[in-house]
């Protein structure tokens, strides 16, 4: 049982940064993709960024490229999200997720990109952007 917890989400100005963590535990970190998502109040929860165990493929939403970056440390089983320009639309609860993969390069199942292919996930943390 992998668990998942984020940290460094918070109230900012727009045009600000944040920089969220996701701490992994009870599984080994290099067996998995990771993910973002985020849900905003009366919104669907969406897809934000993945990186693949090996760094070797990121994927980002259209709607946060070049603002936000994906990053992991496999020493410290810590993915990253740091996310700058920051606007009041990104305003959400942000998940960390953990994909079990052999793929070193890709995600299996419905892609890095669907929630459907995660198998863990942490609390959320909050991110509020104000204008």
């Known amino acids: 049982q992998v668990k998942l917890v984020e940290s460094g989400g918070g109230l900012v100005q727009a045009g600000g940064s944040l920089r969220l963590s996701c701490a992994a535990s009870g599984g080994t970190f290099t067996n998995y993709a990771m993910g973002w998502f985020r849900q905003a109040p009366g919104k669907e929860r969406e897809f934000v960024a993945a990186?693949?165990?090996?760094?070797?493929?990121?994927y980002y939403a259209d709607s946060v490229k070049g603002r936000f970056t994906i990053s992991r440390d496999n020493a410290k089983n810590t993915v990253y999200l740091q996310m700058n320009s920051l606007k009041p639309e990104d305003t959400a609860l942000y998940y960390c997720?953990?994909?079990?993969?052999?793929?070193?390069?890709?995600?299996?199942?419905?892609?890095?990109?669907?929630?459907?292919?995660?198998?863990?996930w942490g609390q959320g943390t909050q991110v509020t952007v104000s204008s």
């Open positions: 997720a953990a994909h079990f993969t052999t793929l070193w390069n890709t995600c299996s199942g419905y892609g890095c990109d669907d929630q459907r292919t995660y198998d863990y």
């Open positions: 990186i693949t165990w090996s760094s070797s493929s990121i």
